[in-house]
């Protein structure tokens, strides 16, 4: 999400940045307050932090605590953990004293650098690159703080001072722990700036024996999510939603929900009708009793089949827009010696996270709000939320909660789930905290989808099997259009649709990438990964099919590609290597390859697969070579890349969301099927060593594991797969 404005117009941090300190009674914080390069944004950015200019980064308490307000969301991903490695690095703390909570409500010490600054958000895999430099300055600035205030206590030059594990000592007989000091490191000046240490004295960032400090109270249950949430006086909500998008609430009738024992209220919000309950189960009892009469004048009545059709039409045409015209693709195309071509369909895919939608409200006596859930996007849903709430976003508190999966489904402009959540303890009144909480079948049939697409691609190679132009006219519905972020659409291309495919890094003299936006009323947001999800499968099993037609190996046809892109052909090389790829399999058994740079970072995957005919095949193994610059987390990003693989396995498999005469067939899990545990492959991480800034590692797992299972696919049974997905279209 949101990569190509990263790589254009990300705000690096600048010498005019500087710390600020509190003298807080309560013990030390510190944090790093932006300001940008940019002029526009350095004159948004500090009225931005005035509701609130002494939020930090890492406090330390007068309790030995050690509390680091990330500015990024937890959904399970490790941003937590990545951050407090970065302030662990450089404060020298014991990991025992270490709590990270959500901060928001600060843009100027929140917004995301990679993004430009000019919001807070997570997503696009850009948590690390955000936190780099200021966390690491912000750990740095709190030790120098405490080293201070011991230097003065004890009357030693600070210099001959150490800090270990949350200890800091003076030769034998002098050491105080960090909450005996922090109310003295309160009150000293804060350094106009700090040391880094250098690479070869880290022994956090980079360390493979580091194990996120939070896994326990997710294991154990004790872990409080948004769905766990209890308060005096909470009440629950359950939604009735449209059954067709577009659709609105004509009338309905609650007499019957209201009469039954424990329904408090019922109550029509923006986009469908809140039925609250005491609890949950009575709030889904009464829901069943409430009568509706839709208005489905613009409501969208096209299934799938026919919104399919009429994209593969209209990718025979030409292109709306283009967003990338390399040389002359038709000429080269119309004297090549050989042209392969295709058409490829994906299917609209939900994000189906394991905990359901939700969040809390509570107007307050005084008007003020407060919100409590899984802000991924907290400067947007402070602005929704006081819009309903008829308020300022100063006068909304938003409380950031560890969230059970996202995959993009909480980064929404519009703020629907919080829009839901404020109007109906709107309606409830002052005090009355209410919890929204979807049902699953409220996510899968009322949610946001990654988009359906078309490709139709077309290749030509010369005599000598070389690739001499490559043409893809690309066909599906804008993330961006339509939503607050429409202004990033340039020249008719919304970057998110061609994302993959207009940066392919193959040296292919003549290459043209066309995109047809669609107009269809169905809503869609990003899905982990973005336009690679669809990208990556068409480019690399396409070239895959180039390989073959021109009687090349694979890998060594793309190495002879890649001479001007080094870290893509390391990756590449790096997993063949351990995939031993020039070793025969045993009888059944086939290799796929496939590699792709999504949000800065690249992966190489090889996939092995026993196909025993028709749509019977397993995928065994996965050998996986990613280089994400330097490694802040290793155990992480293997973590990370094994999640993304088994993410983007399950999509690429089996997982299909359908529309019949505007409505979804699908409502569960039983219809709709992520990958079921005995489908996992025993997967092998590998992490190229760098020297470069860290790139993310949510996202960029996912896109090569479809490609280099359809290209084992292709080489068990000779033909490309082209719909998705691929159990399903295998045998059609």
């Not at 969301?73 to 959500?102: C, H, K, N, P, R």
């Not at 005599?463 to 043409?471: H, N, W």
């Not at 046809?557 to 590449?572: I, N, T």
Request: proline share 5%; net charge negative.
């Amino acid at each position: 999400m949101l990569q190509f404005r990263m790589k254009k117009e990300a705000v690096q941090p600048t010498r005019r940045q500087f710390l600020i300190g509190t003298a807080a009674a309560a013990g030390l914080a510190v944090g790093y307050r932006l300001i940008a390069a940019d002029p526009a944004l350095a004159q948004s950015a500090p009225a931005a932090a005035a509701a609130n200019p002494f939020q930090a980064y890492v406090e330390v308490t007068p309790d030995n605590k050690i509390i680091i307000h990330s500015s990024q969301f937890e959904m399970g991903q490790g941003s937590y953990f990545g951050i407090a490695t970065l302030v662990m690095e450089e404060l020298d703390g014991d990991w025992a004293q270490v709590d990270v909570i959500g901060g928001a409500g600060n843009t100027a010490l929140y917004g995301n650098l990679a993004w430009g600054g000019f919001m807070q958000g997570t997503g696009g895999s850009t948590s690390m690159t955000s936190s780099w430099e200021r966390y690491r300055k912000a750990g740095a600035a709190a030790r120098t703080m405490l080293v201070a205030a011991a230097a003065k206590n004890w009357s030693v030059p600070a210099g001959e001072i150490t800090v270990a594990g949350g200890v800091v000592s003076h030769g034998t007989d002098k050491r105080a722990t960090f909450g005996e000091l922090a109310q003295a490191a309160s009150a000293l000046p804060v350094p106009d700036n700090v040391e880094l240490k250098p690479r070869e004295k880290w022994t956090q960032i980079g360390s493979d024996s580091l194990k996120r400090y939070d896994s326990h109270g997710k294991t154990n249950g004790t872990q409080t999510y948004t769905i766990d949430l209890k308060m005096d006086g909470l009440v629950t909500a359950v939604m009735i939603h449209p059954p067709k998008f577009g659709a609105e609430v004509e009338s309905f009738d609650a007499a019957k929900a209201k009469a039954l024992d424990g329904v408090v209220d019922v109550v029509q919000t923006p986009r469908g009708i809140a039925v609250v309950g005491t609890n949950m189960w009575t709030a889904m009892k009464g829901r069943d009793l409430v009568e509706v009469k839709w208005n489905e004048a613009k409501a969208e009545n096209r299934g799938t089949a026919e919104i399919m059709a009429e994209y593969n039409k209209t990718a025979d045409g030409p292109g709306k827009a283009t967003a990338r015209n390399d040389g002359d693709a038709a000429g080269a195309l119309a004297s090549a010696a050989k042209v392969i071509e295709g058409h490829y369909e994906f299917p609209y895919l939900v994000h189906a996270s394991i905990e359901p939608l939700n969040a809390v409200a509570r107007v307050n006596e005084d008007g003020t709000i407060d919100v409590w859930g899984g802000h991924q996007m907290p400067d947007i849903y402070q602005a929704a939320a006081a819009q309903v709430g008829g308020t300022t976003p100063d006068k909304v508190k938003l409380h950031v909660m560890k969230t059970g999966g996202s995959f993009g489904r909480r980064a929404v402009s519009d703020a629907d789930l919080v829009v839901e959540a404020v109007a109906t303890a709107k309606a409830l009144g002052p005090g009355k905290p209410v919890k929204v909480q979807w049902t699953r079948e409220n996510d899968m049939r009322g949610g946001r989808y990654r988009p359906a697409y078309v490709h139709a691609i077309k290749a030509g190679l010369d005599k000598d099997g070389k690739i001499v132009a490559l043409q893809d006219h690309i066909v599906g519905q804008s993330i961006l259009g339509g939503s607050p972020m429409a202004a990033m659409i340039k020249d008719g291309v919304d970057a998110t649709s061609v994302e993959g495919a207009s940066n392919l890094p193959y040296a292919i003299p003549n290459m043209k990438v066309e995109l047809t936006t669609t107009d269809v009323n169905i809503p869609v947001l990003w899905w982990r990964s973005v336009g690679s999800t669809h990208t990556a499968y068409v480019m690399e099993t396409f070239i895959d099919e180039l390989a073959a037609a021109a009687n090349r190996d694979p890998v060594e046809f793309r190495l002879s590609m890649l001479g001007d892109h080094p870290r893509h052909a390391a990756v590449l090389k790096l997993a063949a290597e351990k995939a031993e790829w020039d070793k025969p399999l045993p009888e059944g058994r086939f290799r796929g390859v496939a590699l792709h740079e999504s949000f800065s970072t690249f992966v190489a995957e090889v996939v092995e697969i026993t196909y025993k005919g028709g749509s019977d095949f397993t995928v065994d193994r996965v050998v996986c070579a990613v280089d994400c610059g330097t490694a802040i987390n290793p155990d992480q990003i293997r973590a990370q890349m094994e999640g993304g693989i088994g993410f983007g396995l399950g999509a690429i498999l089996q997982e299909e969301l359908t529309l019949t005469g505007g409505v979804v067939d699908q409502e569960n899990y039983d219809t709709y099927t992520p990958l079921r545990i005995d489908q996992m492959p025993r997967i092998e991480v590998h992490i190229v060593p760098s020297t470069e800034p860290p790139t993310g590692v949510g996202e960029p797992g996912v896109p090569p594991i479809g490609p280099a299972v359809g290209n084992a696919l292709r080489a068990a049974t000779g033909k490309t797969i082209r719909k998705l997905p691929l159990i399903k279209n295998l045998s059609a």
